[in-house]
């Protein structure tokens, strides 16, 4: 039997019983990461390989040096995984991997890999939407979660409101009309001479400082739930170099404080409203910019105000992790969605198709 038959027919077999132990592959960014996902909620074993360090030396990703370090990366780690949950490859039913958006050389590596295993273990392969699968990281922090709800989704190449209709369905409320949340943390970091990663050293440092010390334009806004930061983050650089020229000291806690507060206020605030307009009670966050300590504050703040319930993963399954690759393909293996060997990398994939 040919392996796209004997793929097709497992995964059948695995929708029809509504269970699956799934190994998830992640490499879109600069972290090689994989997991064991079972029936997509239960997080067996997850393990992330970091090229932070790496990446650090240059200021940032350097596509090249991440390719090439998730190739180095893939093998090392399915011993990892398989040892952390205690398996052997003969459990592993299906196989999901991210296939986009993400940095084309990075996707694939772990595509091709993933293509691999699925072909040597002739198991189904299942193609994941990475910012699906942020969303996704909600379903295994916590487990009582189901659609529908609304989810702020907010990374380092990404800012949605989303409405998550279904598992895997998706309207698409608003969004950022320029840089994502977590690039415009990045480069405001980066002014105030924060070394790469910049959004978590950024939020660190912001955490004693003043957010009142600095005053910042508020974010542009367009349509109800768009939100723009790159005129906030041109306002703010312009004020540093100002700054700096005048000879003043810059107060660098104070100023990450107030820049942190003003895209924090604009994020939570027309998440709660459009959650609120869609007249749903359950609002989520995903993405790298979800582990912002002032965010989730904020959110647990306005949210319980407008009497929504909040859902926030830990901060290691908001930035990426292949644990939520593992939730995401899971849904999508129970909805038939499986791929043949022709699979390739889509860098600019879209959360919906277009
Ligand atoms: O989701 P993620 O790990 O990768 C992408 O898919 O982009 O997000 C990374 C982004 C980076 O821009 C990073 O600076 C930002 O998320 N980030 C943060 C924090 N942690 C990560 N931004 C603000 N505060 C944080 N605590
Ligand atoms: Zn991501």
Redesign the pocket.
Known sequence: MSYETLAREKAEALRRAGHARILAVES??DETAMAVVEDGRVLKSSVIASQIDMHALYGGVVPEIASRMHVDALDPLLDQTLEQGGYTMDDIDAVGVTFGPGLVGALLTGVAWAKAFAYARQLPLIPVN?IEG?VSANYIASPELTPPFVCLVA???HSHIVRVDDYGEYTILGGTTDDAA??A??KVARVLDIPY????L??KLAEDGDDHAYVFPKVVTHGAYDFSFSGLKTAVINQAHKLRQQGEEINAANFAASFRRAVVDSLAEKTVRACRDAGLKKVALA???A???LLRREMQRRGEKAGLTVFMPPAILC??NAAMIGSAAFYQLMRGHVADLTLNAVPSLGLIAE
């Open positions: 879109s960014c990475h942020h990374s380092g190449g977590g690039e943390f990045d990663p910049g959004g978590p950024l939020d993405g790298g910019v582990s912002n300590r930035t990426d």
